[in-house]
């Protein structure tokens, strides 16, 4: 019998990747135990390449996972593999959220019993761009048009950045996805929806 985990994770395994090191074995019973290694899944270690590897479904997550802290990446990665993203199981998209914790606009249309996520990201980007326009409009009464829609993309950003730091993310990870510098996130999570 052979164990395999899959860590589900952007981060990097942070255990002991065999017995002998997961037992803590004193120095005279080492070599009496097996190694057992651990088969380990892990998105952090692998290319998307390798990662697509293991199947439509599981190959599909676990390059979402592994990418899902870098707009950049993960933008990147959803051109190069349009086809899987544009044929994603409910299952998977489920999964994906259980994971990452972004959200998705759950109003996507199942096509074939099919979810395209380049629809999904490119749907939740742009409704969180308009959001924060809006926001910035109803501000902006005594403001300059430019300082209203800062003061509005700042609140949206404030509700991403609060539900990633929720789900577990660290801030410079939160920073990166939202393509802010610490700084800017430290200033967006001070202000208070007005």
Not at 38 to 51: D, V
Not at 130 to 143: P, Q, T, V
Request: charge should be neutral.
């Amino acid at each position: 019998m052979t164990a395999i985990v899959i860590w589900l994770s952007a981060e990097p395994w942070p255990g002991a990747k065999n017995l002998i090191e997961m037992l803590e074995v004193p120095e005279e019973y080492v070599m009496k135990l097996p190694y057992y290694l651990l088969h380990l899944i892990e998105p952090f270690a692998l290319t998307n390449e390798e990662l697509v590897k293991y199947g439509p479904e599981v190959g599909t997550v676990l390059v979402f996972i592994k990418n899902s802290k870098n707009q950049y990446q993960l933008n990147d990665v959803l051109k190069k593999y349009e086809a899987e993203f544009s044929n994603v199981s409910p299952l998977a998209y489920d999964w994906i959220y259980a994971v990452t914790k972004i959200e998705f606009d759950r109003k996507i249309k199942i096509r074939n019993g099919v979810i395209n996520m380049c629809e999904a990201i490119i749907q939740m980007q742009n409704s969180s761009r308009n959001e924060g326009f809006k926001i910035g409009k109803m501000k902006a009464s005594g403001l300059k048009k430019n300082e209203g829609i800062e003061i509005g993309r700042n609140q949206q950003l404030r509700k991403i950045a609060v539900k990633l730091l929720a789900s577990g993310l660290s801030r410079e990870a939160v920073a990166n996805f939202l393509e802010i510098s610490n700084t800017h996130l430290e200033l967006v999570l001070s202000e208070e929806d007005k």
